[in-house]
């Protein structure tokens, strides 16, 4: 086998068992030799060619053998029945006596005579049919006037009905419309108050969030249940938020309005509200201006540079509250918006994360924002103070801040701000959805009135069809039968003129006519008494019909005694002509012998020919399939040389393509590979892995240490693990930093205005400016859900 790239595929002769077409012995082992792909397809086209010459050939011998043995069978007949008629001949020309011809004479001569009298007597039946056939006709043209007239009464009794059943029908379809209306109506406000439902965001906390002391109270959480409770909530987009844009300032930031302010804090409030119930806990969140100014003053006086509280801040912010005993905070990483849904959803994974991911900070900002700083257990006998609360984005960072504080006083004139339960609104949805089900009842049954409107108009049009059908062909029968009336009269008279002419035939053949010839002209009164019956009838009915009945009974009878009587004369006639075919055999007799016996020996000769032509063209066919044969033999031997070279290529192509798929899907992988750079020169992988330094980097796309494109670099980092990594490289490449500088919870006595160190988680270390700028611009960029959080009490005592 020779191959080559590039090159066409050869074969060797070898390789298969090539027939020798020619009529030479195969006696000597050709030499091998190398043929083309381009070879082999000329071997076979011209296999193919000579193949298809010699299948024509044998097709055409097949037709002429088939049509000489047609021939054959042909001759074979022409000779049996030149046989039977020379026989057949003889037999007669044994009966040619002078005395049997004379007897066949006399017979013809008799045999016209019945001939007449048959005719004569069909003659007479057909007139008597005529008058019935005019009887009947008089009779259905007045019944079929009788018809008419009933059918003008059907037709205007059904158009009657078709006019109610139209205006039934107009009514039911108003009343429809007006039913579809209202249904539109209700189900647009179901789908109104189902996008609102469906909107709704609630965080579902796990039953056992809590781990609880030997005195019953929560003081830990159950870390066992955090993860699987994190992916268990997701946020709902708010359709009608999407419409509400968010300015920011000239960096960016997000800076919401007062009146957005107010309703993402009691959008969130709701929120946290319902959580603290799902854990055993009272829900103690309140909303007032007073609140909303406390995180606002927060929000806009904050001044230190990294992710972290303004203790100064909060102080001034706590100061402008008379009667604080406690304020808290939890602040997040800034979340880029458009509008309020960007808004909320930012804040609500920033909840996830506080509430099941808090393990870093020692769960502060979970304390917080589930109310187990302030609230208590549900089971308590009275209620705890209330928690100011208020979430507002910092000016300058866009850090994200729940601000809450309680009172060691409660005002009962304060104003509240109301929180939103949504229990309102699905109570709405179920009343709404009840109407909708009432509005589709009524739809369906004014529907049905509809179809049954549509089905009754249907039947009535269609009986109005039927009765206009009835009405036509009334009028067209009747008009039939008036016309046939006139028709018969005349071929009465027709008739009366050709009787008059058969009994001149007859007086010719016969010298005396019997007394029942006559009995023909009887009837001839028949017809007058029977029309005046048939008037007389037509003022009753009943009558007219029994009289209709009579007339086409004796109608049937005359029809009956007609057909007899043709079949008596066709039946004469046809024995007279046989008595004349054998009149004239007998005359002819010689003649036809000598005939039919020069037949047969012209039938004989050409079958004899007949016969010798399908030998030849026998013999020829048999030739011309062997040489068929053999050009097919050459045709298969072309072809496998030809499907062996295909093979060959096919298999060249299919390696050639798999490589070439197998790298596009490699390239394809790698462009969903992400690479992410840390530090001066590091490359972390998905998984948070440091590539080797003999990964490099062109254009964007990463290869590894054999040259090979494996990723791309990406900006967007969407993994906390990735980030961390990050962030560990990066830290190592600056000033070493306490790893827990991404969040601190601080409790703060007012008293001193002091932070104690063992409140504050986690403990501070060095503050480096350009580290803690960095950590917080890798948050930012990766949508981190960490937070910080701090919490002071005043002890006004």
């Keep these: 086998m020779l191959l080559a790239v590039n090159k066409p595929s050869t074969v060797h002769a070898a390789d298969v068992d090539v027939k020798n077409n020619t009529n030479e012995a195969q006696s000597q082992k050709q030499p091998e030799q190398v043929v083309t792909k381009d070879q082999a397809q000329k071997d076979v086209n011209k296999a193919q060619s000579e193949r298809d010459n010699a299948k024509s050939q044998a097709d055409e011998a097949q037709k002429n053998v088939d049509k000489a043995n047609q021939d054959v069978t042909s001759a074979q007949k022409q000779v049996e029945e030149a046989t039977k008629a020379n026989n057949s001949a003889k037999e007669i020309q044994k009966e040619a006596t002078p005395e049997h011809i004379n007897e066949v004479k006399a017979n013809i001569v008799q045999q016209e005579q019945e001939v007449a009298n048959k005719a004569k007597a069909q003659e007479a039946a057909q007139k008597e049919a005529n008058k019935q056939s005019s009887n009947l006709a008089d009779a259905q043209k007045d019944q079929l006037a009788e018809q008419v007239n009933n059918a003008n009464n059907a037709v205007s009794e059904a158009t009657n009905e078709v006019n109610d059943k139209q205006s039934s029908l107009s009514q039911a379809r108003q009343q429809a419309d007006a039913a579809k209306a209202e249904l539109d109506a209700a189900q647009s406000t179901v789908n109104g108050l189902q996008t609102k439902v469906d909107s709704i965001n609630v965080i579902t906390m796990p039953k056992n969030y809590f781990l609880y002391n030997k005195y019953g109270m929560p003081d830990r959480v159950n870390t066992a249940v955090v993860d699987a409770a994190y992916n268990a909530n997701s946020y709902k987009d708010d359709q009608e938020a999407k419409k509400e844009a968010v300015a920011h300032n000239k960096d960016g930031v997000t800076q919401l309005t007062d009146a957005q302010q107010k309703e993402l804090t009691l959008w969130v409030a709701g929120i946290l509200n319902d959580v603290r119930q799902q854990v055993g806990l009272k829900p103690n969140l309140v909303v007032t201006p007073a609140s909303l100014a406390h995180t606002n003053y927060i929000a806009t006086h904050s001044t230190v540079p990294t992710f972290d509280h303004d ?19 939890s602040i997040g990483t800034p979340w880029y918006a458009e509008n309020m849904n960007d808004v909320k959803r930012g804040v609500y994974y920033h909840m996830l994360s506080m509430i099941f991911g808090d393990a870093d900070a020692n769960w502060g900002h979970a304390f917080q924002l589930t109310g187990d700083e302030t609230s208590m257990l549900a089971n308590t006998p009275g209620n705890p103070n209330p928690e100011y609360f208020g979430v507002s984005f910092r000016k300058d ?13 409660v005002d009962p004139k304060e104003q509240k701000f109301e929180i939103p339960n949504y229990d309102g609104l699905k109570a709405s949805l179920k009343d709404a959805k009840h109407e909708l089900a009432v509005k589709q009842t009524s739809y369906g049954e004014a529907t049905n009135t509809v179809n049954n409107a549509e089905k009754a108009y249907n039947v009535a049009a269609t009986k109005l069809a039927q009765a206009r059908q009835k009405q036509s062909s009334a009028k067209n029968a009747y008009e039939v039968a008036n016309a046939n009336v006139t028709k018969l009269n005349n071929d009465l008279a027709n008739l009366q003129s050709s009787l008059k002419s058969a009994q001149e035939k007859l007086n010719k053949l016969t010298e005396s006519k019997s007394d029942k010839d006559f009995d023909l002209w009887k009837a001839s009164d028949f017809y007058e008494a029977t029309k005046k019956d048939l008037d007389g009838a037509k003022s009753d009915a009943a009558n007219m ?18 057909s007899q009587a043709k079949a008596d004369a066709k039946q004469a006639q046809d024995k007279l002509n046989s008595l004349k075919s054998n009149l004239s055999a007998l005359q002819n007799a010689e003649e036809n012998v000598a005939e039919t016996a020069q037949a047969l020996t012209d039938a004989t000769a050409e079958l004899d020919q007949a016969k010798k032509s399908a030998d030849d063209l026998t013999a020829k066919l048999v030739e011309v399939k062997a040489t068929l044969a053999e050009k097919e033999t050459a045709l298969t031997t072309a072809k496998f040389v030809l499907a062996k070279i295909e093979k060959e290529e096919a298999a060249k192509e299919a390696v050639k393509k798999a490589q070439e798929e197998a790298k596009k899907v490699a390239e394809e992988k790698a462009e969903h590979t992400n690479f992410y750079k840390a530090g001066n020169d590091k490359l972390i992988d998905s998984k948070g892995q440091v590539m080797p330094s003999d990964y490099t980097v062109k254009e964007n796309k990463v290869y590894n240490a054999k040259g090979e494109f494996v990723g791309v670099v990406s900006s967007k980092v969407e993994s906390r693990v990735v980030a961390h990594a990050i962030a560990k490289v990066e830290a190592k490449e600056s000033t070493t930093l306490n790893s827990n500088a991404f969040s601190s919870y601080a409790s703060k006595h007012a008293k001193d205005h002091t932070v104690k160190a063992s409140s504050v988680l986690p403990t501070t270390g060095s503050r480096d400016t350009n580290l803690a700028g960095l950590i917080g611009l890798a948050l930012a960029s990766v949508g981190s859900l960490l937070g910080l959080a701090t919490s002071k009490k005043k002890d006004l005592r």
């Design 311 to 329: 203790i100064n801040a909060i102080d001034a912010a706590d100061k402008l509250i008379p009667d604080l005993s406690m304020s808290s905070e």
């Design 397 to 409: 960072k866009g850090f994200i801040q729940f601000d809450s504080y309680t009172k060691w006083a």
């Design 545 to 562: 019909q029994k009289e209709f009945d009579k007339v086409k009974a004796d109608y049937d009878q005359a029809f009956a005694k007609l």
